[in-house]
């Protein structure tokens, strides 16, 4: 049994089970939204940044994973999987270059409605009624916290932005679709994928040392351990959760910025943030009664 295999093997089933890979998600995302606070200082290219990033994470992650690490393993679901990401990750990096990155974000959490649609027939996974409610209040939320900077101009940008959105929800169902072929070797893979496709960009003028550090500090603590601690979650949350709960990213990302620069979100987008972190704790504590009720029976 390899090292990832032990964390997610039947012991670390049942209750406890699903309440810590849904904490492993809101870690992921908290780490995820560090991106914003960071990227304001690079100064280079967002395709080479990606590509950078992408490297860097890679190589973390296959540092962390290495004793459950098996090329043989490999599969189309693998193969399909890395390419989901190393799209979502360059529409969504571009639809940020050609509209508003209100626009970007919002869009891109379109995500929960492709994996509500799809999910049940790619695999046969049960959206209850309520789901879909989350679902609506949770978007809902997002567009009221960036309401004031929605705007219906960067059309190419807004187009690439659903595009990264459905990606962003195929990828959670491919994923849950390879949860027992371990789901880490897919993220490995899409990371350098990113790298590999991101290459014609590394251009002169090259940032600054200083500015090389941040983006491997990118790919290790932004990108390489939250991808990390979705390959623990997969195998025990569903493939709505992998992109419910990372809607936390985009309310946190203001987060960073209050602290270390004192700006302060408006009162719309103070009730959107509340709709989504009070939808998502009220979905997680739900889920987590109806699976004690079920190891009761």
């Known amino acids: 049994m390899t090292h990832l295999d032990k964390l997610q093997s039947p012991k670390a089933s049942g209750l406890k089970s699903k309440s810590s890979a ?26 080479a940044i990606a590509s950078g990033r ?6 973390t992650m296959a540092f962390l994973l290495r004793r459950g690490f098996r090329l043989k393993a490999l599969s189309r679901g693998h193969y399909l ?58 978007f809902l939320g997002i567009a009221l916290f960036f309401l004031d900077d929605l705007t219906v101009s960067g059309l ?17 169902i491919v994923l849950r679709s390879i949860k027992s072929s371990s789901p880490g070797l897919a993220l490995i893979l899409g990371n350098f994928l990113t790298f590999i496709l991101g290459l014609w960009a590394w251009q002169a003028p090259w940032p600054p040392t200083s500015h ?5 500090a990118l790919g290790v603590f932004q ?19 992998l992109v419910l709960v ?33 939808a998502i704790i009220v979905r997680g504590l739900l889920a987590i009664k109806s699976r004690h009720i079920l190891t009761q029976k």
């Open 54 to 59: 992408g490297l860097f994470a890679g190589l």
């Open 246 to 278: 990372p809607m936390l990213e985009p309310l946190l990302c203001p987060l960073w910025v209050v602290i270390f620069y004192g700006e302060r979100p408006g009162p719309m987008a103070l009730i959107g943030a509340s709709a989504v972190i009070t």
């Open 212 to 216: 090389c550090l941040l983006i491997v």
């Open 81 to 138: 999987a890395a390419a989901c990401l190393a799209i979502l990750s360059f529409t969504f990096i571009s639809a940020m270059k050609l509209t508003t990155a209100a626009n970007a974000v919002v869009l891109q959490y379109t995500a929960p409605l492709w994996v509500a649609l799809l999910a049940p027939f790619l695999l046969s996974e049960k959206i209850k009624k309520s789901d879909w409610l989350f679902v609506a209040v949770m």
């Open 22 to 47: 849904l904490l492993l998600l809101i870690l992921a995302a908290a780490l995820w939204s560090s991106s914003g606070i960071v990227l304001k200082y690079i100064d280079w290219s967002p395709i």
């Open 156 to 172: 190419y940008g807004i187009i690439l932005a659903l595009i990264s959105g459905f990606f962003f929800g195929l990828q959670a």
């Open 223 to 241: 990108m390489g351990l939250p991808y990390f601690l979705v390959a623990l979650a997969v195998p025990r949350v569903s493939s709505l959760d």
